[in-house]
């Protein structure tokens, strides 16, 4: 019997080390946390979700703005209300964190509104099992959720007292502002302070032998609109084609828009098509989301328009499109006249940086040390734009420290809680080990 009972001992220091032994006990203490906290982490984010926040209800958004400042003053926080009402919309909140200002200065990104105005029938916040049921549930209270999960468990360990952090939560992300400069000034100031960039939205999971693989998201595609007008000789019918009469101006629009099709494409840039019309009058809504079009089926077109999006991996890969566009628009057929426009307020690329990519690895660390699988690089394709996109250029980012949700922008939006947890842990561990990198 003593034999055997060494022989188990034995065993046992053979035995692989459980996962979190990996950890230090402060890094340990963070993940006590946050499981600790739970229920305190869903009650407070069922009282946002409960709260309308959509992108034009200015009172709503304010509302959650200081939920979120009473979450971060006791932090050690400074919250500042930045008034956005000459954009149009609320505001953002910025708030700093004052460490040792000896390690990376750390700049974590979220947003306060959401798609739901209080128009909306989904409006309430419901729990079945590991779902939960929200306008925002996922994104991007949930990824505030998470943020606040992570900072209070960095605070119960003590490292976040050492560390040097800028959080920004704009209050329009779903809907900017206008002017966009004046609507992203303040992110786009913290994002030169900064020395990486960690963006609070939803986490991103792909299908895997044996279920829903977590990945990581180091860039994403632009977002930006743009605009064909044509306008041509008008006249009867019967005269289409003719040297005197010309094409018509939806032949023209016909062309330009095929051409796109044709000669645009390459890998990682699309473009859409999701508005157009034409006849004898063709007029865009101020907002230019309607068109009023009117017309008799023998007289020729005099004006035709369209909108649709433009979307790339890069600005050389946005500017190239963008040219090529333009050089199609500026051949048209005989008897028309076409202008493109592209809109000033599109959200500029992520591009996949050597820097995004290092930060991806920090993160595979910490989960390998937490014993969790190692997350991929996600296709760009698969994730659109996003407010990391406005500091891309002058700060490494990583993009999807939020929750796993399915359904966003829907009725039914649904947040899967357990992701809250395993993305604060991920979370409080990466931001304490990169706060306490030197400069």
Not at 209 to 223: E, F, K, L, Y
Not at 334 to 359: C, H, Q
Request: net charge neutral; aromatic share 4%; glycine share 12%.
């Amino acid at each position: 019997m003593f034999r055997n009972f060494s022989l188990a001992l034995a065993a046992l220091a053979l035995a692989p080390a459980p996962a979190l032994a990996k950890l230090t006990p402060t890094e340990a203490r963070m993940v006590q946390t946050v499981d600790a906290e739970q229920e305190r982490t869903l009650a407070m984010l069922e009282k946002w979700v409960n709260q309308n926040s959509g992108s034009l209800n200015i009172e709503g958004v304010t509302k959650v703005g200081e939920m979120l400042r009473a979450e971060l003053e006791p932090l050690g926080f400074n919250v500042q209300w930045i008034d956005m009402k000459a954009a149009g919309r609320a505001g953002h909140i910025v708030a700093t964190h004052k460490g040792n200002d000896q390690g990376k200065r750390l700049l974590l990104i979220g947003h306060l509104d959401t798609v739901f105005e209080p128009d909306s029938p989904f409006q309430r916040w419901e729990r079945k099992g590991n779902d939960g049921i929200g306008p925002g549930a996922g994104d991007d209270k949930g990824g505030m959720a998470v943020m606040i999960a992570a900072l209070r468990a960095m605070d119960r360990a003590g490292t976040l007292r050492q560390a040097d952090i800028e959080i920004v939560l704009t209050g329009d992300e779903e809907d900017s502002g206008n002017p966009i400069e004046l609507a992203r000034r303040d992110l786009v100031a913290a994002g030169k302070r900064a020395d990486w960039a960690l963006d609070f939205e939803g986490l991103a999971q792909e299908t895997g032998p044996n279920g829903m693989v977590d990945m990581g998201s180091i860039a994403r595609r632009s977002s930006g609109s743009w605009t064909v007008t044509v306008t041509s000789k008008s006249g009867h019918s019967s005269g289409i084609f003719s040297a005197a009469a010309g094409n018509g101006a939806i032949y023209e629009l016909a062309r330009i828009i095929d051409t796109f099709r044709r000669e645009l494409p390459e890998d990682k840039l699309t473009f859409n098509v999701g508005l157009v019309g034409g006849g004898a009058t063709a007029k865009l809504d101020q907002d230019r989301i309607r068109l009023e079009a009117t017309g008799k089926t023998n007289i020729i077109a005099a004006t035709a328009v369209a909108r649709g999006d433009l979307r790339g991996l890069t600005q050389e890969q946005v500017d190239r499109a963008q040219a090529r566009m333009k050089a199609i628009v500026a051949k048209p057929l005989a008897g028309a006249t076409a202008t493109i426009e592209f809109d000033k307020d599109g959200y500029p690329p992520m591009a996949p940086t050597p820097g995004n990519k290092a930060l991806l690895d920090r993160l595979n660390v910490v989960n390998r040390d937490m014993g969790l699988p190692e997350m991929g690089a996600l296709d760009p394709l698969k994730r659109g734009a996003g407010d990391i996109s406005f500091v891309a250029k002058d700060v490494d980012g990583l993009v999807g420290l939020g929750p796993a949700s399915r359904g966003d922008h829907a009725p039914g939006e649904t947040v899967d809680i357990a992701s809250i947890w395993r993305q604060a842990k991920r979370a409080a561990i990466l931001m304490s080990r990169l706060a306490a990198e030197g400069r």
